[in-house]
């Protein structure tokens, strides 16, 4: 058998053997314990992360980890073997581990700027964190039939026909609404039937892209209720439910968040990666390296992205099926903040 380096110091001649292995190891790589997998799948699971953002972060994580090789496969080359994969992995977890408690502080700090901005609203409506702006969402029946109105507190509203509302009642009742302009706000053309207990998705399509939020009503201050907390306390109780929620619609994480959580992900280096790099270094094969390290990098990406897809997708089924899962989920509002 040809012993590697020699494969190596014929380039390109088995390009059709490095090329498709590379991408299998990366794959398997991606496998192995570690890497962050369960913690991205978690943090997709506990913001409720779409797709799109599954990938993200994958890609993310796969960018940094191979960014990493790089680093130290070259400061290797220059600063002798105390660079090495080994040697560094400890640090680099000690950098990602604060970089990801600094996240976690500075979402913690969101969601407390959120709580107390929240407070000072409207407790008949939901405020909506879309991408063109900033919306509230309210049950209009001020001597009128009641029905949905969507109002712009800044940005830009979506044209109404590219505006409509599911609402999906605990007995698996669904409704769906189209809306029509106002001026400055958008009205729902079909009437809301009582009670208006629900749960309401909102499907916006603005400029910036189709997006889904969700939002829960309750029926508050009727002749039915069984308890009455009072004004001040209920609307209190349900600024803090509605934080609850957001914190599971995923719209509490920016795009930027998902990056930077997933590059935090990927700090760990590959001692396996780095040892192929250096040595086709080493033999002069730089273009082979960078090759490989590059097809590496592809299948590692596959695995990563494919963990958060699956968790994503997973998430969205569960809540689909299980009509239970938002108030299985608002009972303990922890775990989107780490």
């Given at each position: 058998m040809v012993p590697f380096p020699e494969l190596l110091q014929q380039g390109t001649a088995h390009a059709w053997l490095f090329v498709p292995s590379a991408i299998l190891l990366g794959a398997l790589h991606g496998l192995e314990p570690g890497h962050s997998k369960t913690m991205m799948a978690a943090f997709i699971i506990a913001v409720r992360g779409t797709v799109l953002q599954a990938v993200l972060l994958g890609?993310?994580?796969t960018l940094s980890h191979t960014a990493v090789v790089w680093v130290i496969a070259l400061g290797g080359q220059y600063l002798g073997q105390a660079w090495g994969g080994e040697a560094s992995e400890p640090y680099?977890?000690?950098a990602s581990a604060v970089l990801i408690v600094g996240i976690a502080l500075w979402m913690a700090w969101r969601t407390w700027r959120e709580q107390h901005h929240d407070h000072h609203h409207d407790a008949e409506g939901h405020g909506i964190m879309a991408r063109d702006g900033v919306f509230q969402l309210e049950v209009i029946e001020d001597g009128v039939p009641p029905r949905w109105r969507l109002s712009r507190v800044k940005g830009v509203l979506p044209p109404a026909q590219r505006v409509t509302l599911e609402t999906v009642r605990p007995d698996g009742a669904r409704q769906a609404f189209s809306f029509a302009s106002g001026g400055d706000f958008l009205e729902s053309m079909e009437e809301i039937p009582e009670p208006h207990a629900f749960r309401a998705r909102l499907?916006?399509?603005?400029?910036?892209?189709?997006e889904i939020h969700e939002v829960a009503f309750e029926e508050h201050g009727h002749a039915h209720d069984h308890l009455n907390l009072g004004d001040e306390d209920d609307a209190h109780a349900r600024a803090h439910a509605e934080a609850i929620r957001r914190r599971f619609g995923g719209r509490t994480v920016t795009t930027g968040q998902i990056v930077l959580f997933g590059l935090t992900g990927g700090l760990i280096p590959c001692p396996a990666a780095i040892?192929?790099?250096?040595?086709?270094?080493q033999l002069k094969q730089f273009s082979l390296g960078f090759a490989l390290v590059v097809c590496f990098s592809i299948g590692l990406a596959l695995t990563m992205v494919s963990a958060g897809i699956l968790a994503a997708l997973?998430?969205?089924?569960?809540a689909n099926r299980w009509s239970g899962f938002d108030a299985f989920a608002r009972r303990d509002p922890t775990p989107p903040r780490l």
């Open positions: 890609l993310a994580a680099f977890q000690l499907h916006l399509d603005g400029s910036a892209g189709a040892t192929v790099l250096l040595l086709c270094i997973s998430v969205r089924h569960v």
